[in-house]
Antibody, heavy 119, light 107 residues
Framework: EVQLLESGGGLVQPGGSLRLSCAASGFAFSTYAMSWVRQAPGKGLEWVSAISSGGANTYYADSVKGRFTISRDTSKNTLYLQMNSLRADDTAVYYCAKTREGWFSFDYWGQGTLVTVSS | DIQMTQSPSSLSASVGDRVTITCRASQDISNYLAWFQQKPGKAPKSLIY???SLQSGVPSKFSGSGSGTDFTLTISSLQPEDFATYYCQHYKSYPPTFGQGTKVEIK
């Protein structure tokens, strides 16, 4: 059974940093691209970032480019999102998502972790 | 970026009703279209991919159709557990984008 378990969310001040983790199990983690998708309170879904199966290639939404860094550790079956220079509009539930094939076809999602940026 | 527009934004329906949700892409995305269901406080759940392929474990009352720019999600007979918000998403190219969502409520 595929399982994705996010952690690392919390309250952070504007300009601060946070690192999210997503522990994966139940599938060959090193075989699939992975993404982060977020959802602001009461709003829709917004794709944030993606990383290739081997970790060499990454994509970012314009809204986070230069501030967020996606990475993965295949030895730990874990996906990361390092978030710097956080702003109030980064407040959201952050989901990690496994890709079915290619880059952006998502088949499984984690339960999400809430990031709140506020002073 | 490719814009995805869903209609309606919300609808009220009764148990047993046939429900259709429409998604339109701002340019041709072939069949690179997925549908997700999201219940309050829960993660999105994959229903349909490649416009019409059913995700494993999803009941056959859900079906998808379309190609190019116009797509539909149909629920053949609405059940209490189907009341949720539904999102379409294209994955034709970077960046992937989602529709704004369609909330299906109980009439």
């Amino acid at each position: 059974e595929v399982q994705l378990l996010e952690s690392g969310g919390g309250l952070v001040q504007p300009g601060g940093s946070l690192r999210l983790s997503c522990a994966a199990s139940g599938f060959a983690f090193s075989t699939y691209a992975m993404s982060w998708v977020r959802q602001a309170p009461g709003k829709g879904l917004e794709w944030v970032s993606a990383i290739s199966s081997g970790g060499a290639n990454t994509y970012y939404a314009d809204s986070v480019k230069g501030r967020f860094t996606i990475s993965r550790d295949t030895s730990k079956n874990t996906l990361y999102l390092q978030m710097n220079s956080l702003r109030a509009d980064d407040t959201a539930v952050y989901y990690c998502a496994k890709t079915r094939e290619g880059w952006f076809s998502f088949d499984y999602w984690g339960q999400g972790t809430l990031v709140t940026v506020s002073s | 970026d490719i814009q995805m527009t869903q209609s309606p934004s919300s609808l009220s329906a009764s148990v047993g009703d046939r429900v259709t949700i429409t998604c339109r892409a701002s340019q041709d995305i072939s069949n690179y279209l997925a549908w997700f269901q999201q219940k309050p406080g829960k993660a999105p759940k994959s229903l349909i991919y490649a416009a019409s392929s059913l995700q494993s474990g999803v009941p056959s009352k859900f079906s998808g159709s379309g190609s190019g720019t116009d797509f539909t999600l149909t629920i053949s007979s609405l059940q209490p557990e189907d009341f949720a918000t539904y999102y379409c998403q294209h994955y034709k190219s970077y960046p992937p984008t989602f529709g704004q969502g369609t909330k299906v409520e109980i009439k």
